[in-house]
Each structure stands twice: as C-alpha cells, then as structure tokens.
C-alpha cells in the first residue's frame, strides 16, 4: 500500500522578511523535548521563569507579563478586548497596516475610534494626537512602536506624555521591537504592550507576550461584568499563570512555552544590551551594502525602523520576479509591500537571529546578482 502522505521534506532558507525570523539551534531542540502536563510543578516553574524573562525584555516590574497563546494579532486583540468597552473613546495612531488593524479590532469592540493618520513611510506626529485628544474623554491612546508595513520607528516619550496628562492608558504595539530594541515599558509609561514570539525574539510564530501595568490589573478586576472574549480575558490568565491555585483556564502550548523560554535565556544570556548593539550593527552593513548597489531606503534616515528596512524598487525591476529569485534560486526570503507600498518596495527584515552581518552579506551578494549590480 502506498502511503498517504510522505514523510515531511521542505527547502532550507534563510529568513530575512518581516517575520518569522531564523529560530537558533537551541530554540528547535527546546521545542522537541517531551511533554510535562501543564499543571505539573516542573511546568508551572517553567511559566513563572518565563514570566521573569519576559519583564526583563519588557524592562518591566509588572506582574501581569506572559505569553498570550496566539499570535501577535492575539496579542492585540487581547488589549483591546481588555482595555476597552464599547462607547469608550480611543486615539490609534495610524502610519501602516498594522496600526489599521489596531483601529479595526477597536471599531469591532463598539469603541469610538479616532485614527490619527500619518501618510505611509513617516511616524504619526504627536502634535497630531495632542489635538485629538484636545476634546478630552479618551480611555485609550495606541500605537504601534515598530511599523512592519512601511519600516517607521515610532518614537513614543512625546505621546506617552500626552496620554497621561489626558489621564489616557497608553497601550503599545512592540511585536516587531521586542527583542531587537529597547522597550522600556516602565521608564515610558506604558500601560499595555504586547509582542510577537516569531519577531525579534525568534522563537516561532504561536505566542504573544504582553505586559499590562499594575493599573491595567486593578481596573481588570474591579470590572463588574464579564469580559468579553473568554479566551483573552486576562483576569482568567493572570489566575492560571499567577494566581496561588493556577486555576485551570486552557492548555497552555507547552511545546511553544519550551521554545520561548530557551529564546529569553538565549537573549539574557547574549545580554540585551549586546543584543541591540548585533541588531544596529546588522542594519549598518546593510545601509551601506544597499547603497553600494545604489538601492534607496524608502524611509528617511531620522525615521527607520532598524529591524524592518524598506528599500525603493528601481524602475524597470518587477519586484515579485526578484523576491521569487531570491526564494527559489538563493533561498532567502524578503518580502514586497503592502498597500499603497504594493510593488513600490522590498522588506527586509533583520530580526532576532536573523540580524547577523553574515546574513547581510549573503543577501547583498544575490540582490547584486539578480539586480545585475
Ligand atoms: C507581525 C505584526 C503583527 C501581527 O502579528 P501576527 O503574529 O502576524 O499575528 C502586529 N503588529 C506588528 C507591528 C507586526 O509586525
């Protein structure tokens, strides 16, 4: 009889996209231990060091820091589902996709929405979200720190002042930022942030940390009726992970836990400061790699996102021939742009352990090649 499926086979590449980046060695073996139960003492101190290690990355003394079971998208969802309730006023900062997908997952939560719009390719402008916020009454002001569409850094020490003096929770989108720079929740006063296990953390796509402030916590609590969504309630999470009777919510994804848990003692142990340091230095060689191949960044140099680079395509280059070029012949992944970016420009992602100069230099040598530079 001939079998029905064949054993698994798939192509080797290198991940230099927006996400999922290269998952180290140590991080795939970590994946493949057996299984303990997830109410066993050996796995409940598991989640309890994963929890530190996230405040650490977090820059955090928040209890509530965990890994939400899920995407990134999971990640965000839970803010908003948890921070809002219909009728609430939030401000979302809109200069991409994702800060779009922030607003839409509010407008489904029957909050009233007010997108403060920045054109694609520059960061949202405080003054901006100052005057909106002028008529008062916001719960909620977010943005997204790391805008993976159009690679813009979003400075936030000026709209997290901004929030507080308008007694608004600030909430953070970090999932292409944690891991690859600085994320000071404490010293920013964030209230929310959330995050992405397949970013610059590189463990694989499947978690979403988040961290929510002592006054997030307390408001959770105090909260008279239910939360909407069961499964991100995080009153619910916080007495599964951290409550003393780790009340039984779902299943944590153990294997997943394993994987995240070896990523943050591989980013402690390459210290965090280091660990920026690899990411800048990654994204200087390939500045200047790009601009030996007389290849334009799509941002200006005062609002680039180091993890995430959009390059110009040069007229007459089909850009999706290129990256199918890169896939199939070289084997490395980059990705096109979105939106009114579609075809305009490439992303290349530099996250995690992806964000090595050696990596660079194999991608400069095949974009030279297919570009005939
Ligand atoms: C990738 C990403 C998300 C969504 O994460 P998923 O893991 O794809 O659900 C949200 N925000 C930003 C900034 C991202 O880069």
Known sequence: MTPKMKPLSLPRRLLLGPGPSEVPPEVLKAMSTPLLGHLDPAFLQLMDETMAGLREVFATQNQMTLPISGTGSAGMEAAVVNLLNPGDRIVVGVCGYFGERLAEMARRRRAEVTVVEAPWGRPVDPDDVARALSNGGARVVAIVHGETSTGVLQPLAEISSLAKRHGALFLVDAVCTLGGLPVPTDELGIDLAYSGSQKCLSAPPGLAPLTASWEVMDRVRARKEASAS??????????????AQRVYHHTAPISMIYALREALRLALDEGLEARYRRHQ??????????????????????????????????????????????????????????????????????????????NVERLLVVLGRALGR
């Open 230 to 243: 069961w499964y991100l309630d995080l009153r619910l999470l916080d007495g599964y992970w951290a409550g």
């Open 281 to 358: 230095e990654a994204y200087k060689s390939l500045l200047a790699g790009l601009s030996r191949l007389g290849l334009e960044p799509a941002v200006a140099a005062e609002h680039r996102l180091p993890t995430l680079t959009a390059v110009k395509v040069p007229d007459g280059v089909d850009e999706k021939a290129l990256r199918r070029r890169l896939l199939e012949e070289d084997g490395i992944e980059i990705a096109g742009g979105l939106g009114p970016f579609a075809g305009k420009i490439v992303r290349i992602g530099l996250m995690g352990h992806s964000a090595r100069t050696e």
